[in-house]
């Protein structure tokens, strides 16, 4: 009997035993898209997850190609400001940006065929590549690694010997990653991990990604956010050259929103880009009702490339987003005018008057006489357009107001050939 209670009380003091060794909590990021707000976003959720629940460890699970700098950096700062211990594991490839989120945990493993380097920014100008190397730099040296070998991912024209040479960037192999003792360890998996680092019995939390994140880190990734750039001025320019608030306007006003949005969810702007975009639309709408393209106009086109600028990551980057932005549209107008006109919808572009005798146009000298006779608008006015007089068709402008298309009109002056005219009150 003795014997019996001693056996019981060994089997579950093995189990008890057992018991603690289990509560080693570790939770699982998986970074493994493009680096931008949607996975910043995801990662403070994962990391917030974290630390509520006193984990042991997190493991950052890197496979990024990069992305945009101002979320990598953000993205760091998470990571090296928790206080749980981290832990990146590359299971297939660490570029560009990708590089800053591998060096920024605690202990750095690479699974085998891995490559980690290739970090060179775009658009590489001296500022934004002094920079770039620099918070690489400050970072390896805060969590132990070669300053030198991350600096060498990044600018060509630094060469170490026997490792890469002056006009190339540095992109290490595991491998060679571990002979040059950059990371801590090699591992085929993440429980490979685990024992290096001390983790026998682990509770393992996958870290998913709420819808949310999938949402921000579609708007914000660098294509979609050019796609949109492009968009809202191709619709803007449609909706200049259409009569009405239509299909252009809905297009570049969606596109505005979903750009400014996608960089301000990024961290790479705040609400005051937006307030200056918008100061820009009012400057460019009291331009419309001014005759004359003036300071309004001036001032208008100004503040809204300064928005995007602001919005960008880097001056260089707006500058090369607006340029495409700018070709892309040129290019896409120019097709709308060659070819809409042939087809039943070129009236929502064109209006169809000829603008010959038999169409109606008359001379400077036969407009004066007009003076205080009752037209109808033929088109908006805002301020310039056309109206319709006894079946003859004029060019007529308002002293600054918005006249909607078929409304009475009364002829208040001329210049030239153009007429001066005002809505008719009490219609």
């Known amino acids: ?45 994962g990391i917030n997850d974290a630390e509520n629940n006193n984990a042991d460890l997190i493991l950052i699970q890197i496979d990024t190609l990069g992305g945009r700098i101002d979320s990598a950096e953000a993205i760091s700062r998470e990571i090296l400001g928790t206080r749980v211990r981290t832990a990146s594991f590359v299971n297939t490839k660490a570029e560009s940006a990708g590089v800053l989120l591998s060096i920024s945990a605690d202990d750095f493993y690479m699974a085998p065929a891995s ?10 100008s001296e500022k934004t590549l002094s920079y770039w190397r620099s918070l690489l730099e400050t970072t390896a040296e805060r969590t132990g690694r070669d300053p030198q070998l991350v600096a060498a991912m990044a600018d060509s024209s630094i060469s170490i010997d026997g490792v890469v040479d002056e006009g190339r960037l540095l992109n290490l192999t595991t491998n060679r990653a571990m002979e040059l003792e950059f990371i801590d360890g090699i591992a085929n998996n993440r429980a490979d991990v685990y024992a290096s680092l001390g983790y026998e019995n682990v509770n393992e939390v996958i870290v998913s990604k709420r819808t949310s994140d ?16 492009t968009a809202a001025f191709i619709g803007i320019v449609i909706e200049v050259i259409t009569p009405g608030l239509g299909i252009g306007g809905l297009i570049g006003i969606v596109g505005f929103a979903l750009f400014f949005a996608g960089s301000i969810l990024s961290g790479s702007t705040t609400t005051f880009a937006v307030l200056i975009f918008l100061l820009g639309i009012v400057l460019l709408t009291i331009e419309v009702f ?33 340029s495409i932005a700018l070709v892309i549209t040129t290019i896409v107008i120019a097709l709308i005018i060659k070819y809409i006109p042939k087809r039943n919808l070129s009236k929502t572009l064109f209006l169809d008057t000829n603008l010959d005798k038999e169409g109606g146009f008359v001379s400077s000298k036969e407009v004066i ?6 037209g109808k608008s033929l088109t908006y006015l805002r301020p310039s357009g056309k109206i319709e007089i006894d079946g003859q068709i004029y060019d007529a402008t308002t002293n600054g107001m918005y006249i909607s298309k078929d409304t009475k009109v009364i002829v208040l002056n001329s210049v030239g050939s153009r007429l001066i005219v005002k809505e008719k009150e009490g219609v």
């Not at 003036?294 to 260089?316: L, N, R, T, Y």
């Open 214 to 229: 999938n949402i921000i880190g579609f708007i914000s990734s660098a294509v979609v956010s050019q796609i949109l750039l």
């Open 369 to 374: 006489e007009l003076i205080g006779r009752e």
């Open 1 to 45: 009997m003795k014997k019996i209670i001693i056996t019981f009380l060994f089997i579950m003091f093995l189990l008890q035993g057992n018991a603690f060794a289990a509560n080693e909590t570790i939770y699982v990021i998986s970074l493994d898209s493009e680096v931008n707000a949607g996975m910043l976003n995801y990662l403070k959720h």
């Open 290 to 322: 001014i005759p004359g393209f003036g300071v309004f106009g001036i001032g208008g086109i100004i503040a809204i490339f300064g928005s995007i600028v602001m919005a960008s990551s880097s001056a260089a980057q707006a500058i090369l987003s607006i």
């Open 115 to 124: 490559t980690i380097g290739s970090a060179e920014p775009i658009p590489n």
